[in-house]
C-alpha cells in the first residue's frame, strides 16, 4: 500500500521540483544583465506565483508526506533574501523622531489634475495638502494644473518642474515640491523619449540631500496587452502561445533592457556623487525582483525594505499588482514607516512615502 502511495506522489514530487526550479531562477533573475539578457530577466514577475506554489507544496507535504517538506523548505530558505524584499516584515513599531524628512514619491497619473479639472475640491491636490511632505517627487506631472492652488504653492515654496517654457506646461513630466530650498537642478541624459529622470539638490538645515526623481521607462501596454496579461494569469495552459502574449512579453522585454541601460546611468551618475546624502525615489516601471533595484540595492538602501510590510503593492489596476514605486536612500539616514498608501485611488499608483532621519557615521 505504502508503495502505490508513492507511486501516486511522484507526480506531484515532479511539480514541486518543477517549482523549485523555477522559484530560484525567478528570484535570482535580477543578477542577470538585463540589457543583454532582457527576456531571463523578467523571470522576476513570475516570482509571485513560483513563491505561492512552493508554498503551497510546503503545507501539502506537511499533512500528506512529511518527509517532503524539506524540498520546499530548501528553496524558500535559498531565496529567503528576495522574500524578504518582495514581503518584508518590520514590526519595531518605531516612531520618527521629530525633526525627521518626510519623503513622498507619488505617479499621480496627470490628467487626474489638468489644468481643466484641477478645482479646488480635487482629491489629488487635497491628498498632497493633507500628507504635509517636506518633498514630494511628482511623475507624470502638470505644473500648469498647480496655478489653481495657491494654498498648496504657498506650502511649498520651492518647485520645479522639467519643462522650459510655459507653452510646455500641460506635458506629462517630473516635478518637485520642498520646503527647502533647492539649489539645482539636472537632468540625467536617459535614451527615453517620454521618461526620465531628475536630480535636484536641496538644502536641508546646512546640509545638501542629492534627490533623483525616476520615472524609468514604460511598458507601454495598452488596453489589449493588460487584458492579455489577465487572461495568461488565469488561464496560462490556453493562452500561453497565444499571438498576443508573444507581443506581450515582446514589448516587456524590450522595456526591460530600456530599463537596464537607464539604471546604468543613474549608478554612474551615483558613483560620482560626493553628498552623504542621496535619495533615489520614483515610478521605476519594475517590481523589487528585477534588475533596476538589485542593481541600486548595491548602492542604497531599500526604505519600503527596512521599515515596510507586506507586498507594498503601488501599481494598482488591469490585475498588475505589483511594487513598482520605491525609495532608496544613503546609508546616512535611518529611515521610519515606508508606507504606500492605499487610501487615495485617483491614479493608477499608490504613493509611497517614508521619514528619514539624519545620521552620524
Known amino acids: 500500500m505504502k508503495q502505490v502511495l508513492r507511486i501516486l506522489l511522484l507526480p506531484i514530487l515532479a511539480l514541486n521540483l518543477l517549482a523549485v526550479v523555477l522559484l530560484i531562477a525567478c528570484a535570482y533573475s535580477p ?12 523571470g522576476g514577475l513570475g516570482f509571485p506565483f513560483t513563491l505561492a506554489a512552493n508554498l503551497g507544496f510546503l503545507i501539502l507535504w506537511l499533512f500528506v508526506y512529511r518527509r517532503y517538506v524539506l524540498l520546499p523548505l530548501v528553496a524558500l530558505i535559498v531565496c529567503l ?3 524578504c524584499a518582495f514581503f518584508p516584515i518590520n514590526l519595531s513599531g518605531q516612531n520618527a523622531p521629530k525633526g525627521a524628512l518626510k519623503v513622498m514619491s507619488y505617479n ?10 484641477a478645482n479646488k475640491s480635487n482629491a489629488t491636490i487635497a491628498y498632497l495638502e493633507e500628507v504635509d511632505a517636506d518633498i514630494i517627487c511628482l511623475q507624470e506631472f502638470q505644473f500648469a494644473s498647480l496655478k489653481k492652488h495657491p ?7 520651492y518647485k520645479s518642474y522639467d519643462v522650459s517654457n510655459e507653452s510646455q506646461a500641460a506635458a506629462h513630466h517630473l516635478g518637485c515640491l520642498s520646503k527647502y530650498p533647492i539649489l539645482s537642478v539636472e537632468q540625467l541624459q536617459l535614451e527615453s523619449t517620454a521618461n526620465g529622470c531628475t536630480k535636484y539638490r536641496i538644502l536641508h538645515e546646512g546640509d545638501t540631500i542629492v534627490v533623483y526623481n525616476c520615472h524609468l521607462q514604460s511598458n507601454g501596454l495598452q488596453t489589449d496587452d493588460k487584458s492579455t496579461y489577465k487572461q ?23 522595456a ?3 530599463r537596464a541601460i537607464q539604471t546604468d546611468v543613474i549608478i554612474d551618475d551615483l558613483k560620482r556623487e560626493h553628498s552623504r546624502y542621496v535619495i533615489v525615489c520614483g515610478d521605476f516601471n519594475d517590481s523589487p525582483i528585477s534588475y533596476t533595484c538589485n542593481r541600486l ?37 535611518k ?7 492605499r487610501s487615495i485611488k485617483e491614479s493608477d499608483h499608490y504613493p509611497i512615502f517614508c521619514f528619514l532621519e539624519k545620521v552620524e557615521d
Open 151 to 157: 494654498q498648496l504653492l504657498k506650502k511649498y515654496p
Open 31 to 42: 543578477l542577470l544583465p538585463a540589457a543583454q539578457f532582457p527576456l531571463l530577466s523578467l
Open 108 to 117: 499621480i497619473l496627470s490628467p487626474n489634475i489638468s489644468a481643466s479639472n
Open 81 to 83: 533574501p528576495q522574500i
Open 297 to 333: 540595492r548595491r548602492k542604497l538602501d531599500d526604505a519600503f525594505m527596512t521599515s515596510g510590510n507586506g507586498p507594498g503593492i503601488s501599481y494598482n489596476r488591469h490585475g498588475m499588482y505589483y511594487r513598482i514605486d520605491h525609495i532608496l536612500h544613503s546609508s546616512q539616514f
Open 256 to 258: 526591460t533592457a530600456k
Open 335 to 341: 529611515v521610519y514607516d515606508c508606507t504606500v498608501d
Open 232 to 254: 495568461l494569469i488565469f488561464n496560462p495552459k490556453d493562452n500561453l502561445r497565444s499571438r498576443d502574449t508573444k507581443e506581450l512579453v515582446k514589448k516587456l522585454r524590450d
